[in-house]
């Protein structure tokens, strides 16, 4: 993977220009920008980005020069990063499972937050980092939908045995406070409701008055056409319960979205290597490349097409089966793909919000995966 140093006016023009083989991710450094400020803007406490969403320092060296302070860190290679991209950030070690290598050095690179889900990993914190100063965020998860996939099946703690933990944390003399993750492109807001209720009763349950509380990421981005996502009502409503649920004791609050800051920033190139029968598109990218999301967590349907004269195509729209290029034939996209029945081989597919967890997961599968990264001041075609 490597950033092109040359700045793009669009795609079309890159696409036309270089006729690339291979995929091409196209950044657009002020979008990403414009999507910072606006979550530092209206979300009502700190903007923490989850790196592992994207981790291309382009990414992190503009987020940082949009005002993003701070950085959700779930090892040491994330935290090195920072440290060498943005040495002032606040660090949030928030992956609840270390070994005692991990935090000896996350301590001495001056991590002073971590995030905590069982009583095992808490006696690890406490015989290696010190008290004084440092962040424990007690993370719980409670039965909740709204998600695209629930990431409390794996981590989080009941919401009996985050209290538990979380009085155990003040009486170790650490900051007390508490997260949860609500789970990736959670649409509906009322997850953070139940969740943001749930940490009042929590912290009351263990006569702990929190520091801070972390809200997780899980905003969604923006995958398809006329479904807008409602990230200012999700601002106003954490706000709202956050003040009727905690009253006088209201803690600080943090957020750590990746996908909702990054996605749309990235728009993804992709070739027709063929297409069969009128109805079988093979494109030189699939779920082993960056739409390695796609099956998880549902299409995208703000999708392009340009032929290789960079012109955008307008033919009626054509069900069609797509397949990425690898010789896998899991190697599809999900559902039937609407795409211009005048389109052929040699034309570029263009997926618009792509920007999240798509260089983060792409392979090398059957020698696939080859990605160029393209900057661009507009990302349509
Ligand atoms: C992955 C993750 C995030 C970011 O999630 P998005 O859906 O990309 O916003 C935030 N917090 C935790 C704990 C995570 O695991």
């Given amino acids: 993977m490597g950033l092109t140093k040359t700045i793009w006016t669009k795609p079309s023009e ?3 220009a270089n006729e690339p083989e291979t995929p091409v991710l196209f950044f657009a450094p002020a979008i990403l920008q414009d999507t910072a400020r606006r979550f530092i803007a209206g979300f009502p406490g700190l ?3 989850a790196v592992k969403s994207n981790p291309e ?11 993003v302070r701070g950085f959700d860190v779930a090892s040491l290679p994330e935290i090195r990063m920072i440290r060498r991209l943005a040495p002032d950030a606040a660090l949030h070690y928030n992956n609840p499972v270390r070994s005692r290598a991990e935090i000896a050095e996350a301590a001495a690179l001056g991590v002073v937050s971590y995030s905590v889900d069982s009583a095992s990993e808490l006696a690890k914190l406490i015989a290696l980092v010190p008290a004084g100063g440092t962040e424990i965020s007690v993370r719980f998860k409670l039965p909740v939908d709204g998600a695209a996939y629930n990431f409390g099946a794996k981590f989080g703690a009941t919401v009996e045995t985050a209290t538990r933990l979380l009085a155990q944390v003040a009486a170790a003399g650490f900051t007390p406070s508490l997260t949860f993750h609500p789970g990736t492109q959670c649409t509906d807001p009322a997850a953070w409701e139940a969740y943001i209720r749930a940490a009042a009763a929590i912290a009351a349950g263990a006569g702990v008055r929190i520091a801070r509380l972390n809200v997780g990421g899980g905003f969604p981005s923006h995958r398809l056409q006329g479904v807008l996502p409602p990230l200012e009502a999700i601002f106003a409503l954490i706000d709202r319960v956050t003040a009727e649920a905690f009253g006088t004791d209201r803690p600080a609050l943090l957020c750590e979205p990746g996908r909702a800051l990054v996605a749309e920033s990235m728009t993804l190139a992709t070739r027709v290597k063929a297409v069969r029968d009128g109805v079988h598109v093979f494109l030189n990218d699939g779920i082993y490349g960056a739409l390695a999301e796609l099956p998880l967590i549902g299409g995208i349907d703000r999708i392009e097409v340009i032929d290789a004269h960079g012109r955008r195509r307008t033919g009626e729209g054509v069900e069609r089966i797509v397949f990425g ?15 211009p029945g005048d389109m052929e081989e040699g034309d570029h597919v263009l997926f618009h919000g792509l920007g999240a967890y798509s260089t983060a997961t792409n ?3 059957n020698g696939f995966g080859e990605l160029v990264i393209a900057t661009a001041l507009s990302l349509q075609g």
């Fill in 14 to 16: 890159y696409l036309r």
């Fill in 47 to 49: 903007v923490t980005y």
């Fill in 57 to 67: 320092e382009a990414v992190i060296e503009n987020l940082a020069a949009a005002g």
């Fill in 325 to 339: 290029p690898t010789c896998d034939s899991m190697d599809r996209l999900p559902g039937l793909v609407v795409l």
């Fill in 363 to 365: 392979t090398r599968f």
